[in-house]
């Protein structure tokens, strides 16, 4: 009996001890788990936080950054990747890097990159870009193992770039071209001239005019890139004064009048007298000079200019050159003001024109404060709009005063 009792104690003592034994591993292991939640949320918060501030660097990039892995599958693109190839938000689980950018150049640049780590500087043209110029690098990314894990894409946007290499060179073609034509004229005269002294006196006279008109050309080309290349870097000094805006332009026409007789064109002038503008008075005869010219030079025989202000808001006067010549063809109007740019070279070049005029109106318009456009119609003529300041315009605060003495006296009579 004692025996049972004290086995009975016994294993009553064991269960005991195996019940807070159990029960404190239990308290344990639930502990460690809510301290690996809590760990694990924590990662998971570092982790999101991780890829925002990735995301938030790769878009504030100016390239486009695309990753792939090995087999080329697309991992990450950036937003500015996602604008040179017009591409969604995120890639679709599993596309590759051919269906996304469909460009065998760019899975060449990958095949490449796998094979030797990198490769560096190649442009490419996508030909559904119109005039997408890129340049693409690409890495080979190793992971922390040490062995290769993706491909790291980089593009270049050297759009515009190219774009203003272009124009330069072409610029400079252009130049070169202009300068050499009545160069190589002026030599060939003066050269017969000087081979041939058998030659009759008026037959010489009428060569040298033709040498003096070539030069006169050429100088006047020369003084057209001296204008235009101080207007474009900004060494242009604009000297503005208080004008009387119908003075002036009466001034200007009055020197242009010779012109427009020689073709029995009339020019009317249609400004109120108490417009006044706030200007450099250089640069707004050249502009008067070179929109009546072009109005008188392109206009037709007989025709008219018509030269109009009108206050154009608060501040501002609108001027209006126009013509009932020929016109200008729509496909042209967008390019107008460019350097070089005419409708009809030769009849250009046989005007004396230097294909600048234009363009050195719109910069001296933008230098007054103003712009310039055009509007014409086939057939029926062209005008020619620029604007200027106004120096006659009441000050806001005084026009809102004034506002406030109008209503006053109108409530007082009603
Ligand atoms: P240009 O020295 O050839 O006159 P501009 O820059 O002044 O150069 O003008 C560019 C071109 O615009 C001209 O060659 C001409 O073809 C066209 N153009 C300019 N003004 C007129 C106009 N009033 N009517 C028709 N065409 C015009």
Not at 51 to 61: G, L
């Amino acid at each position: 009996m004692e025996i049972t009792l004290t086995i009975l104690l016994t294993a009553a003592i064991v269960s005991l001890f195996w019940w807070i034994s159990n029960r404190s591993a239990k308290d344990k292991s639930a502990s460690i788990a809510e301290d690996l939640s809590t760990m694990r949320q924590q990662l998971q918060k570092t982790w999101t936080e991780m890829e925002h501030h990735r995301d938030a660097v790769f878009d504030a990039m100016a390239e486009g950054v695309l990753l792939c892995d090995l087999s080329g599958k697309i991992l990450f693109w950036n937003r500015a990747c996602r604008r040179l190839f017009n591409l969604p938000e995120n890639p679709l689980d599993g596309m590759t890097l051919l269906e996304a950018l469909r460009l065998h150049e760019v899975l060449e640049v990958f095949e490449r990159t796998l094979e030797k780590g990198r490769t560096m500087g190649v442009e490419l043209k996508p030909r559904g870009g119109a005039s997408l110029h890129l340049m693409l690098n690409a890495v080979v990314v190793d992971h922390s193992s040490g062995k290769p894990d993706s491909v790291l894409l980089i593009f270049h946007d050297l759009t515009q770039l190219r774009e203003l290499e272009n124009a330069r060179r072409d610029f400079v073609a252009n130049v070169s071209h202009e300068l050499r034509t009545p160069l190589s004229m002026i030599k060939g005269f003066v050269e017969t001239v000087m081979d041939h002294p058998e030659m009759d006196l008026e037959t010489r006279v009428n060569f040298l005019g033709k040498v003096q008109k070539h030069s006169d050309r050429l100088s006047l080309l020369i003084e057209d890139l001296l204008t235009i290349s101080k207007l474009e870097s900004g060494q242009a000094t604009v000297n503005l004064q208080d004008v009387h805006l119908r003075g002036e332009v009466a001034r200007v026409l009055s020197d242009l009048e010779r012109g427009a007789q020689a073709k029995q064109m009339r020019v009317n002038l249609d400004i109120a007298n108490d417009i006044r503008v706030k200007v450099d008075v250089d640069l707004l005869d050249q502009i008067i000079i070179n929109l009546v010219d072009n109005a008188i030079k392109y206009g037709r025989q007989g025709g008219r200019v018509e030269v109009k202000a009108n206050r154009n808001g608060n501040d501002q006067v609108c001027i209006g050159i126009a013509d009932d010549g020929p016109g200008i063809p729509p496909e042209s109007l967008d390019r107008i003001f460019e350097r070089f740019f005419r409708v009809d070279k030769a009849r250009s070049r046989s005007q004396g024109g230097t294909g600048l005029g234009l363009s050195i109106v719109k910069h001296i318009a933008q230098a007054l404060g103003g712009r310039v456009w055009v509007e014409s119609e086939l057939g029926h003529g062209t005008t020619f709009f620029f604007t200027l300041k106004r120096s006659d315009a009441l000050s806001s605060q005084t026009e809102l005063q004034l506002d406030k003495h109008l209503h006053a006296a109108s409530s007082a009579r009603e």
